[in-house]
């Protein structure tokens, strides 16, 4: 019996951009095999600009279909699933919470109108308001907050945490939330950062949290997978990867972490991005990371690192191997 929420069997997804005559193929996820157990969880993917997070977030949504490989979840291939019932289950929470609303409609028709759509109750407004009233107290908001008010009215804190509460409202077992905090400021960001854990304590909500910032992810995070170049090169309990990192890439994102006491720039991270992502195009078959890494050997140029299991840390580097 599958006893998983959430699995992902070699999951590639192949972009082919530019014209007939010269198409260029583009690997944004490539060959991911996770899984998330049956234990609210904080699930964090991580990783630079480009890694395929958010092509990763939408094979989860169902908004993009593999190259190839499967996703499951309680035990049954996504694509079984009705899309009404999928939508139940699993609900999307976006970078830009101005993008969720339309500035010409009254932020409550988005809120009724999932409720008609998915027929929670059948038209009976009292109902209707309860539940809007339940989603809306969960992010601390209130129907007299609401009622009436349009987008522009709206602080981008409590619009997040609108959209927060739209998701929630079909009562979801899995959100998705795609750098959800990186257009708020930092008090904000706490505020829902803090929301995701709640809800996972009191509602038994999974969340796969996507970010390139590995302070929120250490702060939130029960399990991490980070992504390089559509892989997930270190996957496991957020505290060992995030504190003990063992690829070579984990500890350079964790030294690019911002210190307070540091100047700008002086990461290495910082100063080298630019550089090194047109670097990699030339990369070769082996490790992604081969043209940056200080422990490079023969190998990693050649061959693609093997998956080694270290207690319950996957890391995919020879180093290890
Ligand atoms: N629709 C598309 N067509 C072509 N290439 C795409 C498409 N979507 C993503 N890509 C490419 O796939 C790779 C992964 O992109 P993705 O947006 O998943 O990365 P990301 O980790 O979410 O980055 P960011 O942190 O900047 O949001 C990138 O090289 C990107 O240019
Ligand atoms: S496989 Fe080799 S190049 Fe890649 S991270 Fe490990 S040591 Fe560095
Ligand atoms: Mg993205």
Same mark, same amino acid.
């Given at each position: 019996m599958d006893d998983s929420l959430l699995t992902l069997n070699r999951v590639t997804k192949i972009f082919q951009i530019g014209t007939f005559l010269s198409k260029v193929k583009i690997y944004a996820v490539r060959d991911v095999t996770l899984t998330i157990e049956k234990k609210p969880m904080v699930f964090t993917l991580v990783g630079e600009s480009g890694s395929g997070k958010t092509t990763l977030?939408?094979?989860?949504?169902?908004?993009?279909?593999?190259?190839?490989?499967?996703?499951?979840?309680?035990?049954?291939?996504?694509?079984?699933?009705?899309?009404?019932?999928?939508?139940?289950? @699993?609900? /999307?929470?976006?970078?830009?919470?101005? #993008?969720?609303?339309?500035? =010409?409609?009254?932020?409550?028709?988005? %809120?009724?109108?999932?409720?008609?759509?998915?027929?929670?109750?059948?038209h009976n407004g009292h109902a209707a308001e309860k539940i809007i009233d339940q989603a809306l107290s969960s992010v601390a908001l209130?129907?007299?907050?609401?009622?009436?008010?349009?987008?522009?009215?709206?602080?981008?804190?409590?619009?997040?945490?609108?959209?927060?509460?739209?998701?929630?409202? @079909?009562? /979801?077992?899995?959100?998705?939330?795609? #750098?959800?905090?990186?257009? =708020?400021?930092?008090?904000?960001?706490? %505020?829902?950062?803090?929301l995701f854990r709640k809800l996972k304590e009191e509602k038994?909500?999974?969340?796969?949290?996507?970010?390139?910032?590995?302070?929120?992810?250490?702060?939130?995070?029960?399990?991490?997978?980070?992504?390089?170049?559509?892989?997930?090169?270190?996957?496991?309990?957020?505290?060992?990867v995030l504190l003990n990192p063992l690829h070579p890439y984990t500890a350079l994102l964790k030294e690019s972490v911002p210190n307070p006491y540091k100047k700008q720039g002086e990461s290495r991270f910082e100063e080298r991005e630019e550089q090194i992502l047109e670097i990699e195009e030339y990369a070769g078959e082996g490790c992604k990371f081969a043209l940056r890494c200080p422990h490079a050997k023969e190998i990693c140029r050649r061959e693609i690192p093997a998956d080694v299991f270290l207690d319950d840390v996957l890391v995919k580097c020879w180093l290890y191997k």
């Open positions: 977030a939408n094979v989860l949504l169902r908004v993009v279909a593999p190259t190839e490989g499967s996703v499951s979840f309680l035990g049954r291939k996504i694509e079984s699933y009705k899309k009404s019932e999928f939508i139940r289950l @699993v609900q /999307p929470v976006f970078q830009n919470p101005y #993008e969720t609303f339309n500035p =010409l409609k009254k932020v409550e028709l988005y %809120f009724r109108s999932v409720i008609n759509k998915l027929s929670i109750v059948n209130t129907w007299e907050e609401v009622r009436g008010k349009y987008l522009h009215e709206f602080s981008g804190g409590q619009l997040q945490r609108l959209s927060i509460a739209r998701a929630l409202m @079909v009562n /979801p077992t899995l959100l998705v939330a795609d #750098e959800p905090v990186s257009m =708020l400021d930092a008090s904000l960001r706490v %505020f829902v950062l803090n038994q909500l999974y969340v796969v949290y996507i970010t390139h910032d590995l302070a929120t992810a250490y702060y939130i995070s029960d399990r991490i997978a980070v992504m390089l170049r559509g892989s997930v090169v270190e996957m496991g309990p957020a505290e060992k």
